[in-house]
């Protein structure tokens, strides 16, 4: 029973430190930049450029970048995928768009970067974007003779697509707020204006905090803060508001939306605001994040007005979806890792993946196969394996995986491009994403970064060659 108790301790506390602090000033606007592109860009300037004749300077570019707008898993992917595919566009950017969008979709990469920091959010999308690339250009390599025969019409993804202004203005201005909020650079967390509030009982509640939910830095536990509460609490008034302020905005503006925006405003300032309690009290920080992050609010406001009054009811409710999508899976993951921390000694991480070799890459991608999680839900699993002594490289093997494949993810792909090809690109994505860490851990390790790029350079190049060689043996046949 004291077991159970602890491993449900665990989980709370994960969460409760998860919901003060990650999904404030890097998820929030980020959840509102992904529905803003879901609903205000025009679908012809995503799809024109994926046909089979676009130059391929275009389509893969084109692919990767329409991926990135989107925060779906390799399930919630599929069916947008069969859809680009059915209607013309080439097998080698389809499987680009494929890999990319869980990869590294704006979510996965704000994410990343404040849970696992810039280095390994710059390597992600990096290696994603590279490798995604060459995967899809190999799979249209392998299978260009089946691939000439479907190929249809490529006037399917004809069309303007231009995108107006004002909507570049507009996911410009979200981008900021996002940057913001997470960049951490000397110009937004200089301080600006510090004050003390005498509160007595402040250093009281903050210690009953820390033994409810205790910081542990070798299990990546960090603990909960006074000013955590009442971002939670925030959050709950947000969600509760939300629901039909929100979720009822296809019918209108009714009279939840403007208290769950203006909710969602004031959370985002508060958590811009350094809060910490003292022995005397409580220290106030205001710093140019907490200037930043509610004038760039406050900008949005006349550019809404730009906007057709049915543009902003659908980019809320989009918003609102992937809130709904996303959200509650990110919760129970978030509690799951709490427990299974509990469990996990960092002596067995730091045995089978504390150094970066091949086994230790391999077996970060096969547990991303097989131990498949919710998209982002895998950041705060890898984090909780890089503060056990994971090695970065079989980590970013593992964050190059997890969001790929799953059992499910395999078995749809083979329905839509036949067993062939599906097992092919999973083979294809197994072998990058240990290559993508066994090179990163190498030049973690001290490797010169041009020695690993004419090593991987090469053994791509001899792959290509060689697959090259079996299809024109096989097509001979």
């Keep these: 029973m004291d077991l159970v108790t602890v491993a449900l301790q665990g989980g709370v506390a994960s969460l409760a430190s998860y919901l003060a602090a990650h999904v404030l000033l890097c998820l929030v606007p980020a959840f509102f930049i992904a529905g803003a592109l879901s609903a205000l860009m025009p679908q012809a300037s995503i799809t024109r ?50 890999f990319f969008a869980p990869a590294a979709n704006i979510l996965a990469l704000s994410y990343t970067g404040v849970a696992l920091g810039a280095e390994i959010a710059i390597a992600r999308i990096v290696l994603a974007l590279s490798f995604g690339i060459g995967i899809g250009m190999i799979m249209a390599m392998i299978f260009r003779r089946s691939e000439a025969a479907r190929q249809g019409d490529a006037r399917a993804f004809a069309g303007d697509g231009r995108v107006p202004p004002r909507t570049l203005l507009f996911l410009g201005t979200l981008v900021a707020l996002l940057i913001a909020g997470t960049l951490k650079v000397d ?85 811009a605001l350094g809060l910490r309690a003292t022995v005397a009290g409580i220290d106030l920080t205001v710093s140019g994040r907490t200037l930043a992050v509610p004038l760039l609010c406050a900008a949005l406001l006349p550019q809404v007005r730009r906007f057709e009054a049915w543009d902003m009811q659908q980019w809320l409710w989009e918003t609102w979806r992937f809130v709904r999508m996303i959200f509650p899976l990110l919760v129970v993951g978030v509690f799951l890792v709490g427990v299974i921390r509990v469990f996990i000694q960092p002596e067995w991480i730091r045995a089978v993946a504390g150094s970066n070799t091949v086994a230790a890459n391999l077996a970060g991608v096969v547990f991303g196969v097989f131990m498949y999680f919710p998209t982002l839900v895998e950041v705060p699993i890898a984090k909780m394996f890089l503060s056990l002594g994971m090695h970065p490289g079989p980590l970013i093997a593992y964050l190059m995986a997890d969001p790929e494949l799953s059992l499910q993810s395999i078995l749809i792909t083979s329905a839509i491009i036949g067993k062939l090809k599906a097992w092919t690109y999973v083979a294809l994505v197994a072998l990058f994403s240990t290559l993508a860490g066994l090179a990163y851990g190498a030049w973690v390790d001290g490797t010169p970064a041009l020695t690993l790029i004419l090593v991987v350079g090469g053994f791509v190049t001899t792959l290509v060659v060689a697959l090259n060689f079996i299809e024109s043996r096989r097509a001979s046949c």
């Design 49 to 98: 450029y994926l046909g089979p004749d676009a130059p391929r300077w275009v389509a893969y570019p084109a692919a990767a970048g329409a991926g990135s707008l989107l925060a779906v898993c390799s399930c919630t992917v599929q069916p947008l995928f069969a859809g680009i595919y059915s209607k013309g566009a080439g097998l080698g950017p389809a499987i680009t768009f494929l």
């Design 187 to 271: 110009l937004l967390s200089a301080t600006l204006w510090q004050h003390s509030i005498a509160w007595p009982e402040a250093a009281s509640a903050q210690a009953l905090l820390d033994r409810w939910v205790p910081a542990n830095a070798a299990t990546g536990a960090e603990g909960l803060s006074l000013q955590g509460v009442a971002l939670i609490a925030l959050l709950g008034l947000i969600g509760a508001a939300a629901w039909r302020g929100l979720g009822l905005i296809d019918n209108g503006v009714n009279r939840l939306t403007v208290p769950a925006l203006a909710l969602t405003v004031l959370t985002l300032a508060f958590a």
